[in-house]
């Protein structure tokens, strides 16, 4: 079972760049959460090398009670896109895969909320991603949970006070 990195997106351009190629590096694969949609994204990764998975995608971190944000280039998570989450790190978990690193912009709350389900799915446990450095984006949390088949999608979240 690989371990779970969370960065922000400079961390990872960074891990990615000075590990993909040389071959005394472990594997890895990498979660990409970015701003804009695919066609628009300045970063796409791919596989090659040391990364042996992934998966780039988008969307906004904001919450239900922001969806009046929502515009062209602000999106809400969607069950689609927790599908791509899942189905890619179903693909990856019995590969050998030392790492899943995961990043968005921050590396703070998109991104510590994906880590949390696929942890709480694959582990059963999420704490390493609650309190800290982290403020997990709840919505994100429970639509990647639910993707996973732990669908504990709360009226009220204890965290933030966020309406789901």
């Known amino acids: 079972m690989f371990r779970i990195k969370v960065m922000d997106h400079q961390s990872a351009f960074h891990y990615v760049y000075n590990h993909a190629g040389f071959s005394g590096n472990k594997n890895f694969a990498v979660l990409s959460i970015q701003e804009y949609p ?46 791509e ?33 696929i942890s709480k799915a694959l582990t059963g446990s999420d704490d390493e991603f609650f309190g800290g450095k982290f403020i997990p984006n709840m919505v994100v949390y429970y639509t990647v949970l639910k993707a996973f088949g732990l669908d504990n999608t709360p009226q009220f979240s204890n965290h933030n006070n966020y309406m789901i």
């Open 85 to 117: 989450i899942y189905k890619f790190v179903m693909n990856i978990k019995d590969k050998d895969i030392d790492q899943l690193i995961i990043h968005c912009n921050m590396g703070v709350s998109r991104s510590p909320a994906v880590a949390a389900a």
């Open 38 to 83: 695919t066609d628009m994204m300045g970063i796409q990764y791919k596989c090659g090398g040391n990364c042996k998975g992934a998966l780039n995608v988008w969307f906004s971190d904001i919450t239900d009670k922001d969806r009046e944000r929502q515009g062209t280039y602000i999106k809400l998570i969607t069950e689609e896109d927790a599908e």
